[in-house]
Each structure stands twice: as C-alpha cells, then as structure tokens.
C-alpha cells in the first residue's frame, strides 16, 4: 500500500472512530446565564412582551461580560423564546409558567424553545422527505440505506448514535436535490443542539424514534412518497410526545 492510500485509510478509520464519541457534559457559562434569566424572569412575573433589563444591567448583575449575555440570549432568540429589536431591547416572545415543581424553569423553557423548532422542522422535514422519494438517484438510496444500516448498528451496541442519525437524515436532505433544506433545518436546530441540558443531551431522549427511520427509509426507496412523508411524521410524533412529557 502506497503512503497515500495508507494515510487515507487512517484518515477514514479516524472519522469512522469519532462517531463513538459522547460530548462532555459540561455547564457553559452561557448556559448559567440563561439559568439565571429563567429564575429572574419567572420570580419577577414577566410575561410575553415585557422587556428584559438591558445587556449591560444583566452583565453587571451576574457579574459576567455583556458579550456572555449577548450570546445567551441568541440562544433564545433562535429558539423563539425572545425577540430582540433595536428601539425596544430584548423582549419576552412566551410566557414562561411553571408546569411542575419537579421541573426546573429552564429545562421548561428550553423544551418550548424546542418545540417550536420541531413545529417548524415538521413543515421542512414532510417536503424535503416528499422530494427524496421523487428524485433520489440510486447513488442516493445507497447513501440512505448505509447511513441507516450504520445508524442501526450503533444503537444496537449501546454507542451514542446522534451523529449516525443526523447522518442518516443528511442523505435524505442530499436525495431531495435542494441543499438549501439542510442548511435551513440545521441552522435552526444548530442553537439548541450547542447549548443541550440534561435531559436532552441523554441518549435515551429521541431513542423511541429509531426504529420508524427504517420505514422512512424504505418508503424512500421504494418512491412511496405517502407512506415516506406518514414515516417523518411519526417520528415527530415520537419525539414531540417526549419533550412536552418533560415539561409535565
């Protein structure tokens, strides 16, 4: 075997080995803000369209830079908890109201945040699976079924299996011809998925889901584009039920 080919070996093998890794858990200072918000704006009473005391006020009281809060609150600016506009500050998009004692305020709102994201994903997702099933080229269900082949074979060995999954569903945004689906269901997601609490960065959370990815992917395949779109469907279902079961 020549150099090239061996470095390139390593090289795959390298890539194919990071997919076992689990992300260290981890409290961010961003998360911390946001923590502290979420008791401030839950013990002041503020509902949706109140003002959140300004960046340099909430820096000075948490004694952290304006730049941490700044970049917490795009956190919740992504996920549609806040807005923040130029003459007004930052204002509050959602109630925020204890469901249960057993669940912390920000662990609530994070799940609304989510379920937002997963309404609109749902609209996104049901489109670009309809297009897969219409022009996925062979080269593509090949892509489909390895990636779902792989996504199985980690879960069937306990490893964590979220990259195999995005994985899985980045072959199905490639089938549907239009790359602008992928950018746009990853850079909503792209805010949560960085700054996960327990118990959404658990592997168990979205678990349920797995086995219905093997009748999306069949559908797919087989150009059944009700019965792929019925699939997608179902597995929201699964994941949407778990994230309003945390929130009691």
Do not use: C
């Amino acid at each position: 075997m020549n150099t090239s080919a061996k470095n390139q070996g390593t090289k795959t093998a390298n890539e194919t080995a990071t997919q076992f890794l689990r992300p260290i858990k981890r409290r961010t200072r961003d998360v911390e803000v946001l923590e502290a918000l979420a008791e401030m704006i839950e013990q002041a009473g503020l509902k949706t369209g109140d003002k959140l005391p300004p960046e340099t006020e909430l820096a000075a009281s948490l004694a952290v830079g304006r730049s941490t809060v700044r970049e917490a609150l795009k956190v919740w600016e992504n996920l549609g908890i806040v807005e923040r506009r130029t003459s007004a500050g930052t204002v509050l998009a959602m109630d925020i109201v204890p469901n249960s004692v057993q669940v912390p305020v920000v662990l609530q709102v994070e799940a609304e945040g989510l379920l937002r994201t997963q309404q609109v994903r749902r609209a996104l997702e049901k489109e670009v699976v309809a297009l897969a099933t219409l022009n996925a080229t062979q080269s593509d269900k090949e892509a489909i079924s390895d990636s779902l082949e792989t996504l199985f074979d980690v879960v069937e060995k306990g490893l964590p299996w979220r990259r195999a999954d995005a994985n899985f569903h980045r072959a199905i945004y490639a089938a549907s011809g239009n790359p602008l689906f992928a950018q746009l269901i990853e850079q909503m997601h792209g805010a949560f998925h960085q700054h996960y609490i327990e118990p959404f960065m658990d592997d168990s959370y979205g678990l349920a889901s797995i086995p219905k990815h093997k009748d999306l992917a069949t559908h797919i395949i087989a150009g059944d584009r009700t019965a792929a779109v019925q699939a997608i469907e179902d597995i929201l279902d699964i994941t949407e039920r778990e994230t309003k079961r945390m929130l009691g």
